[in-house]
Structure formats: structure tokens, C-alpha cells
């Protein structure tokens, strides 16, 4: 029996990668670090404190990580407002499964970009985490774990829907059941996408009987 149903929200509940990638490319660019080829796919997945220990680390950013952090947190926020990129069918989805199952999230995103997007859908989110408050981010277990344990449900009797690698291997290494929606301009590894115990090619598709036969 499935107990509860946790989501991402970058990539999975918002188009949002695209805009990640925009802002952060644009603070490298203009404090002085170097983007590399495989920075965002490196990137999904980061708790904000390694994202930007990363970008004043190794991209060369000559600000400090709390400021880099607090610069494109800034900037995310200041594009959110103006435009909040919600996913088709992730309101209707999310209310559909919410009827059935407490549902929860589990997010790289800071917790107010969480907050801000929670409170655009209007849909009862028993628990959000975000990976800021975690040691480690995603592929670590930590945020799934720390919500199965938030909403009182069993790791195996969860559902977790993602389409990064590392949220992919974040949620399978909790032990949940792993539903995959991949984004065609950021697809998953082979190897994390294998560990999915269904794929989707829309959020749609995520109807409560498709959950209950994941049981």
C-alpha cells in the first residue's frame, strides 16, 4: 500500500533549469569565474551551500559562497515574481495525488523559492524540505529520508517523482519507489534512470492509479 507521495520541484513541478542555468551563468560570467561544459548537469541536485562553494571554488567566482548564494537566490526570486515557469499539469497532478495520499517535497531549491512556489499552486503540502538545510544535497539520501521521517511513512511504501540523475539516485538511495519524469533538454543518466520504477514522458501520467499500481 503506498502511504505517501513526495515530489522535486525543479524540472519536476517547474521549468525551472533553464532559469537556474541562465542566472548562474550570468553570475560566473560577471564576477569573473568560467562556466564549464558539464556545470549544470554537475549543478542539479546541489544543496545551495555546495552549488555555491562550487561556482566560488572551482568556476573562479571572486565572490564569497555566501555571497554568490545570496546573488542568485536574489536574482531567482526577482524572476519568479515576474514570472512563475509552472509545468503542465503539475497543479492538477499534485491536487489529484493530494486527494488520495499526504504528499510532500523534497528540494535543491532554497526554501524560500520552495515557499514561493508552494504558495502559487495552493496545494496541501504535508511537508517541504529543502537540501540548504541538509549536510549533503542530492544524490545523498538525506532530503528523502528527511521527509519520509517528517510525514511518518515507510521509505518502501513512498513514491518519489524526479528527473535529475542525482534526485533519481537521491530517492533511490532512500529506498523509496522511484517514479522518473525526464526533461528532454536535461535528460538522466542511463544508470539513474534504471533504478525507476516508471518513467513518464509527462507528469499527466501520474494519475492516482498509476501511483496505486506502484504498490
Not at 2 to 28: Q, T, Y
Not at 30 to 45: A, H, I, N, V, Y
Not at 86 to 108: C, E
Not at 192 to 206: F, I, M, P, R, Y
Request: glycine share 6%; net charge negative.
Amino acid at each position: 500500500m503506498i502511504e505517501a507521495v513526495v515530489f522535486d520541484l525543479d524540472g519536476v513541478v517547474i521549468d525551472s533549469e533553464p532559469v537556474w542555468e541562465e542566472v548562474r551563468r550570468g553570475v560566473v560570467a560577471e564576477f569573473g569565474g568560467t562556466w564549464m561544459p558539464d556545470t549544470q548537469k554537475r549543478l542539479m541536485g546541489m544543496s545551495t551551500p555546495e552549488w555555491a562553494d562550487y561556482l566560488a571554488g572551482e568556476l573562479g567566482v571572486w565572490l564569497s559562497p555566501d555571497e554568490t548564494a545570496a546573488t542568485v537566490i536574489e536574482r531567482m526570486a526577482e524572476r519568479y515574481r515576474h514570472h512563475l515557469p509552472l509545468l503542465p499539469h503539475a497543479a492538477a497532478t499534485m491536487r489529484a495525488v493530494a486527494d488520495q495520499w499526504p504528499i510532500g517535497v523534497a528540494s535543491s531549491s532554497p526554501a524560500v523559492l520552495i515557499d514561493t512556489v508552494l504558495t502559487a499552486l495552493d496545494v496541501d503540502v504535508r511537508v517541504a524540505i529543502s537540501t540548504e538545510t541538509m549536510k549533503r544535497g542530492k544524490p545523498a539520501p538525506d532530503v528523502y529520508l528527511a521527509v519520509v521521517e517528517r510525514l511518518g511513512v515507510t521509505p518502501g511504501r513512498c513514491v518519489a517523482v524526479e528527473d535529475s540523475s542525482n534526485g533519481l539516485r537521491s530517492a533511490a538511495a532512500a529506498g523509496l519507489i522511484v517514479v522518473a519524469v525526464p526533461q528532454e533538454a536535461y535528460p538522466p543518466d542511463e544508470d539513474a534512470l534504471a533504478g525507476a520504477a516508471l518513467v513518464l514522458t509527462d507528469l499527466a501520467e501520474l494519475t492516482p492509479e498509476a501511483v496505486a499500481r506502484l504498490a
